[in-house]
T-cell receptor
Framework: GESVGLHLPTLSVQEGDNSIINCAYS??????FIWYKQESGKGPQFIID?????DKRQGQRVTVLLNKTVKHLSLQIAATQPGDSAVYFC????????????FGSGTQLTVLP | DTGVSQDPRHKITKRGQNVTFRCDPI?????LYWYRQTLGQGPEFLTY????????KSRLLSDRFSAERPKGSFSTLEIQRTEQGDSAMYLC?????????????FGSGTRLTVV
């Protein structure tokens, strides 16, 4: 079946280090991917997106890499800060009239002092 | 307008009771989505509206679930005869017509606990 999933449920990093969160997807027809950050008691917050015709996209302190060959994407956070502690989800924004999001199960990122 | 508002933030109800949640989207957003999120999982799409028209509702979990957006502004999600398995966070999101993820704004959700 179609799914978007994450490799690891938890990740702990030292403040100032770089973080890498991974995600695998199974639908080879997927063409648009998004990373979200969700803090406790809040809704998901958009971080960065990437279309399937790209393999890398950079934002402020974040980079998303897409490897279509192995159906894998990753989120890299540079110089991780305590405010980065949250659950991170990858999601697919499917083509079609609804444009609904299909989420994976999330990775809890904890930034250690 | 400070974003998508959801009310109430928390709801505890007894099994078998009906509950209704409200979502007020960003005023200029045409699209409104409802998602459900259980603990440790990503949100799961339920239904969406474009203006007042409900264009996709096949993903509603059962016929106990219904949603309305009567004037194309706020929306309500009702669950009838609640069951313990309905306990979850119910998230609303709104978007401009593109529906692209970068244009989505999520609310903070309504956490439902069925006892």
């Amino acid at each position: 079946g179609e799914s978007v999933g994450l490799h690891l449920p938890t990740l702990s990093v030292q403040e100032g280090d770089n973080s890498i969160i991974n995600c695998a997807y199974s639908n080879s027809a997927s063409d648009y991917f998004i990373w979200y950050k969700q803090e406790s008691g809040k809704g998901p917050q958009f971080i960065i997106d990437i279309r399937s015709n790209m393999d890398k996209r950079q934002g402020q302190r974040v980079t998303v890499l897409l490897n279509k060959t192995v159906k894998h994407l990753s989120l890299q956070i540079a110089a991780t800060q305590p405010g980065d502690s949250a659950v991170y989800f990858c999601a697919e924004n499917r083509a079609g009239s609804a444009r609904q999001l299909t989420f994976g199960s999330g990775t809890q990122l904890t930034v250690l002092p | 307008d400070t974003g998508v508002s959801q009310d109430p933030r928390h709801k505890i109800t007894k099994r078998g009771q009906n509950v209704t949640f409200r979502c007020d989207p960003i005023s200029e957003h045409n699209r409104l989505y409802w998602y459900r999120q259980t603990l440790g999982q990503g949100p799961e799409f339920l239904t969406y509206f474009q203006n007042e028209a409900q264009l996709e509702k096949s993903r509603l979990l059962s016929d106990r679930f219904s949603a309305e957006r009567p004037k194309g502004s706020f929306s309500t999600l009702e669950i009838q005869r609640t069951e313990q398995g309905d306990s979850a966070m119910y998230l609303c999101a709104s978007s401009i017509l593109t529906g692209l993820a970068r244009d989505y704004t999520f609310g903070s959700g309504t956490r439902l606990t069925v006892v």
